[in-house]
């Protein structure tokens, strides 16, 4: 039976579950945490230390993060990730219930909530793929059902969320969002047990991370991958970091509109994902992934040049399709064919470049529109993207990827002959997730 027509395992529903749960709960903290943050300070660089400080422990913590994973039981990583993270809301909750809420104790716990979501994340991309067994197919499926869950709760339902339940307390969406972690650490808990990846020669930690770097950079499929979000993310926050003073001044929207303005992407970014496994069937995912690339940038150039706010929100549904379909079939390519004993450090580290990259573009859009005007920022996002796609495209081609995706078949082949031993049964080499680390 092919991979196309295979129902997708029980616990994967489990899994989608709890993400789909968590999603809502990171939505909620997503709208509330900023707000919280408003009501404690005006002053811009403050704020920025608040949305900054998530997205830290990736650049100082991104590879070795993955050595671990590597290093652990994937499941029993996900769900203690997230019931520590259900415990640490705790905190901010009481400060804000006895009004000792500050700039600094959000900061932390922004930084230590990214320093979870590093863990859980590397740690559920390694474990899909486990249980998928890498297939392609399935892994394409089930990241599309993953990818538009995420979409919906933290794109849709959460932020809104976030906002009414800050009205009727500032501790309240705090707790709201350590149930979520609470129920989906639970969830995570009841996933079945898969065998862990053999055991690697013992190396030192930073060995181990160096290693899972370097299989990236020396990969020529691998880089193509790493680098189209790494530079895609330079191109998009040099769009946002401006995109409400283009919408504002340009395009005369007000509060209001700037909201469906987002929507339209977040629309699209379901759209995007939902068909991408399609588009993978359909024109093979080396190319489907340079098509949604070219599809970014020219929407981002459509929307430097939009008239009104009909056309820019078209222009960011469209580009928010590319993003989707993207998201879906890059990260299912790399499940495939990476082997498991390196999947975590090879996350990680894909991870990490792109998480690095966003502060440039932000960087970049600012210093472009103050240097020039607002149009700049998307122009040159644009060109960047388009030029990304020019580069990458013979690195992700189709060839490519049938020639990847047939190595690993081999080598997952070979690795079943040698757990089963010769000519019999497995013989139980590999360690279970219960064995000690």
């Known amino acids: 039976m092919t991979s196309e027509v295979r129902a997708l395992p029980t616990g994967f529903g489990r899994l989608w579950s709890a993400q789909t749960v968590s999603s809502l709960g990171d939505g909620v903290s997503h709208a509330a945490l900023p707000l919280l943050a408003l009501t404690l300070t005006r002053d811009p660089m403050a704020l920025a230390v608040v949305t900054a400080a998530g997205t830290l422990p990736w650049l100082f913590f991104g590879v070795l993060g993955g050595a671990l994973v590597d290093r652990w039981d994937r499941r029993r990583t996900m769900w203690v990730m997230d019931a520590a993270r259900a415990v640490l809301l705790a905190i901010p909750a009481a400060a804000a219930a006895l009004g000792l809420l500050s700039i600094p104790l959000l900061a932390a716990v922004g930084f230590v909530l990214g320093l979870g979501g590093l863990f859980f994340d590397t740690a559920a991309t390694a474990y899909l793929a486990d249980l998928l067994g890498r297939d392609s197919a399935l892994l394409e499926r089930a990241n599309s059902r993953l990818r538009g869950a995420q979409t919906a709760m933290s794109g849709f339902a959460g932020p809104p969320a976030g906002s009414a339940l800050l009205a009727l307390g500032r501790a309240v969406p705090l707790l709201a969002d350590a149930v979520s972690f609470l129920l989906s650490a639970l969830l995570v808990r009841t996933l079945p047990a898969l065998p862990r990846p053999v055991p690697e020669v013992r190396e030192s930690l930073l060995r ?57 992407e977040a629309t699209g970014g379901l759209l995007g994902a939902g068909t991408a496994s399609f588009l993978g069937r359909r024109l093979g995912t080396g190319t489907a992934l340079t098509c949604t690339a070219a599809v970014e940038g020219l929407a981002i150039l459509g929307l430097a040049a939009a008239p009104n706010p009909y056309v820019a929100g078209l222009a960011l549904a469209v580009c928010g399709a590319g993003m989707g379909a993207t998201m879906v079939l890059g990260p299912s390519l790399r499940q495939a064919i990476v082997p498991s004993h390196l999947m975590g450090r090879v996350a990680s580290t894909s991870r990490m470049l792109a998480m690095c990259a966003a502060p440039f573009g932000a960087f970049l859009g600012g210093w472009l529109a103050t240097t020039y005007d607002i149009r700049t920022p998307l122009c040159a996002a644009a060109g960047l993207l388009l030029a990304m796609t020019a580069v990458t495209a013979t690195m992700t081609s189709n060839r490519r990827v049938e020639a990847a995706l047939r190595g690993a078949a081999r080598t997952g082949r070979s690795a079943a002959d040698v757990s089963r031993g010769p000519g019999g049964p497995a013989t139980g080499r590999r360690r279970s997730p219960s064995s000690s680390r």
């Open 208 to 264: 181990q991370a160096r290693a899972g770097a370097s299989y990236v950079f020396r990969d020529r499929l691998l880089l193509g991958l790493a680098l189209r979000p790494a530079v895609g993310n330079v191109a998009f926050l040099a769009v946002e970091t401006v995109l409400a003073l283009f919408a504002h001044d340009r395009l005369g929207i007000d509060t209001y509109g700037f909201g469906l303005l987002l929507t339209a």
